[in-house]
């Protein structure tokens, strides 16, 4: 994904003519999280999640010297790259393809994009884009959300929820590491925040002389090392996986039948580790990497 302008950012998308035949319909929609480290895309047929991918956020710069019809343009032809870059098998495989013949380009007819962001800066940008729709809690069906809540989390636990049942965990394994619970009512009980794993190494590293910036170890490291990079694994993940068990444990005693979901970048190391360290926890825990996008779903 660019993060400048494109040189060929005046040019019609080539994906335009190909899937106009499905916008004539409304049937697709673009949804688009976005979360501290990177944007979180979702493509949705009706009300069917197809296709999720991951690309950079956009920066200030490229964006800023534009007028506001030139960003509207920009924006439009980003999302459309951003779509024909990851669906030149699946999308074009969709079963409504012989629809396709519309003459229409996507610069005159946007998708329409709805947004959900935890980046005020980010979603300023996004504003700019001609049929976008930007969700705020107040939208959302859960009951007992504090006002400065994180969309994210809201929307996650509300997908979990709509997904799996109620009583709901959600655990978040991303930039933070996040428990939001809602109970059977579908009312915020509460959660947690604290760093993700990747900041964990990140921060030691930034704010320290002597520690070298380390990668998460592919499997459940050794408790008591013997070198600084061991060392660092071994703090990282036994104390987030013992606070993850501790949180998790809390939880089923309040709702003994709450279903616990886990998404998030670091999910599936979270979950490895859990695995390993405390495979009873574990067993509980259900993949959910697209539990903020089912949230979304209810605001299509
Ligand atoms: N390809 C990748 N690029 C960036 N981060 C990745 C990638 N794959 C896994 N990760 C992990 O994902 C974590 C970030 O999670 P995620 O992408 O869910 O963040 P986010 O949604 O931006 O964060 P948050 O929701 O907390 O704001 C990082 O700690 C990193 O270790
Ligand atoms: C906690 C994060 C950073 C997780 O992405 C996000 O949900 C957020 O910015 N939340 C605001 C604070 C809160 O949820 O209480
Ligand atoms: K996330």
Known sequence: ME?????????PPRIGNLISGLIGKDQIKIALAIGNSRLHWGLFVGKTL????????????AVS???????AEYLVQIVMRSIEEVSSQNLLSLPATPAFSSPHTLSLVPLPLIVASVVTQQTAIWQSYPNVRIITLDQLPIGGLYPTLGIDRALAVLGAGNQFGWPVLLIDAGT???FTGADVNRYLVGGAILPGLGLQLSSL?????????ISL???????????????IQSG????????VRDFIEDWRCLFPDSKIALTGGDRT????????AFPDTASAVIDAPEAIFWGITHEL
């Open 3 to 11: 993060n400048s302008v494109p040189d060929n950012f005046r040019s």
């Open 50 to 61: 197809e296709k999720t991918w991951d690309t950079e956020h956009l920066t200030a710069d």
């Open 65 to 71: 010297p534009l007028s506001e019809e030139e960003k």
């Open 176 to 178: 933070a590491l996040t």
């Open 205 to 213: 590293s930034k704010k320290t002389a002597a520690l070298p910036l």
């Open 217 to 231: 170890p592919k499997n459940l490291p050794h408790r008591w090392a013997k070198d600084t990079a061991e060392a």
């Open 236 to 243: 990282v993940v036994y104390a987030t996986v013992a606070g």
């Open 269 to 276: 190391m979270l979950l490895k580790y859990l695995t390993a």
